[in-house]
């Protein structure tokens, strides 16, 4: 890592969010210089101890602020990512940076190109500030890596942080960084955001380009903004979305202004909350703080009823099935030429998706369609569904990387599945001190909606504003 020159990491810096920044960038009051230089000097003082970052380079970032610092002195303001340091997932493609989607078959490669994710942040005048590690390929809910050692939570460095987007989550909490993407095809933004206590959105299928990014499973692969509120999730993403013809997921609709109904509160809204499943095998703690999180709502003037889903279990044996059969699907050339450069860890799990019958996964994706249809017929009623994140905390790094793995995403991947909003807010803390998530699920498309309901719950609380004491 390209040591930065000079800097310190102010306190008033760190832990600011997008919307405090932005202004001060705006009005010339905040070089983007000096704050890449904060953010720089923190990384370097602080990723020994986390592992976020698979790679920094501070000339790079250094050189962006300074071309966003002249351009906002000229006059020309993009907007409020414009000089502002974001992470990077290290499964994004970036021109001539190193892309390793955390694994060995991708330890070499330096894109001539970027992806849609990362064109869209340079279009707004975001500073890339370093790519974050990952899980291998995306595949797990640890972010504990064979070949780039172990990612730890800020909150107790004995534990992971979740995954797979795992080092955007800890950059975020950590004060590292004020913004950065990750990616979802089962839990890999959501639930790495709840146990690190920050805010992880995954969007509509379709709302958010995949072009350019390294896939795991085609269908349920999601792009999105992870940060330390959710009104910066909505300034993430509004930069985010819209059609890309690169993409034939990505749906051409219009983007709303994300930003815009923000501060319309939860009167009158109709909330229902799921207890079924999504409670089945939940950390008492957990399920505590989260029917706390559902009274905060309705004491702010929302109904929350019970509600039933049509069969949950069933929708995440689908989602494990069909991550099984893509991710081998997606890559079937790399498990025939370089198996050696596969852990041994998945390769077995790849092996197993590549045996798996056609006729099963065929059916699957007749009862995937059946599922989805109901659940939105029942959000027909709804203006959003509230669960957890995920029914266990961040769990040891030493343990077996199996244990919890289907509790881990047991609440989450059902909207992949369906291709539901789906966003995770802080909303507690076990008595040992990891932090809890809050879902909140959507109609498709209205991402508006969920962001919303996530604000007023934040406005009414103060569990985001919390930091881990290692952190101070």
Not at 1 to 30: H, K, N, Q, Y
Not at 156 to 167: E, I, K, M
Not at 271 to 282: A, H, I, K, N, P
Request: proline content about 8%; hydrophobic content about 45%.
């Amino acid at each position: 890592m390209t040591e930065p020159a000079g800097g310190s990491d102010e306190p008033d810096l760190v832990w600011a969010t997008i919307g405090e920044l932005a202004p001060r960038l705006a009005a010339g009051t905040l070089s983007p210089v000096a704050l890449c230089e904060a953010l720089l000097a923190r990384i370097a003082r602080l990723d020994s101890r986390f592992n976020a970052f698979v790679t920094v380079d501070a000339d790079a970032a250094l050189a962006a602020a300074r071309r966003a610092e002249a351009e906002i002195a000229a006059g020309y303001w993009r907007g409020p990512l414009h000089g502002m340091p974001i992470a990077v997932k290290d499964l994004f493609a970036t021109r001539g940076v190193r892309t390793t989607a955390g694994s060995r078959l991708f330890e070499t490669w330096v894109p001539d190109f970027d992806a849609a994710v990362v064109e869209r942040l340079h279009a707004a005048g975001a500073v890339m500030i370093g790519k974050t590690g990952m899980h291998e390929l995306a595949y797990g809910s640890t972010s504990i890596n064979p070949y780039f050692g172990a990612i730890r939570n800020p909150w107790n460095t004995d534990c992971h942080p979740g995954g797979s987007s795992g080092g955007s989550a800890v950059a975020l909490s950590a004060g590292m960084v004020p913004g950065a993407l990750g990616s979802d095809t089962g839990c890999s933004i959501r639930q790495p955001a709840a146990v690190c206590g920050v805010v992880g959105l995954k969007p509509t299928f379709g709302r958010v380009s995949k072009f350019g990014a390294v896939p795991l499973a085609w269908s349920l692969d999601h792009v999105g903004p992870m940060t330390r509120s959710v009104a910066d999730a909505a300034l993430l993403l509004q930069a985010l979305a819209g059609f890309d013809p690169r993409d034939p997921c990505t749906v051409e609709r219009p983007v709303p202004d994300y930003s815009a109904a923000l501060d319309g509160g939860v009167r009158g809204l109709r909330l229902g909350l799921v207890r079924s499943y999504f409670f089945d095998d939940c950390h008492p703690e957990i399920a505590q703080a989260v029917l706390r999180a559902a009274t905060v709502l309705r004491d702010l003037g929302a109904t929350i009823d019970d509600i039933e889903l049509p069969d949950m279990a069933a929708a995440q044996s689908v989602g494990v099935l069909s991550i099984l059969v893509e991710a081998a699907t997606v890559h079937a050339e790399h498990r025939r030429t370089r198996p050696q450069a596969i852990s041994p860890e998945l390769h077995p799990i790849l092996e197993v998706g590549a045996a798996v019958p056609a006729s099963d996964y065929l059916q699957a994706q007749r009862l995937r369609r059946q599922i989805a249809t109901a659940v939105v017929g029942a959000l027909e009623r709804l203006d959003g569904i509230v669960t957890p994140t995920t029914p266990v905390p961040a769990t040891p790094i030493e343990a077996t990387p199996a244990a919890h793995a289907t509790l881990r995403y047991r609440c989450t991947i059902p909207f992949n599945l369906t291709g539901l909003p789906a966003i995770s807010v802080p909303c507690g803390f076990t008595t040992s001190g990891l932090p809890i998530g809050l879902q909140i699920v959507g109609r498709p498309f209205d991402e508006a909606g969920i962001l919303r309901i996530a604000h007023a719950f934040e406005r009414a609380t103060e569990w985001h504003d919390h930091r881990p004491p290692i952190c101070q």
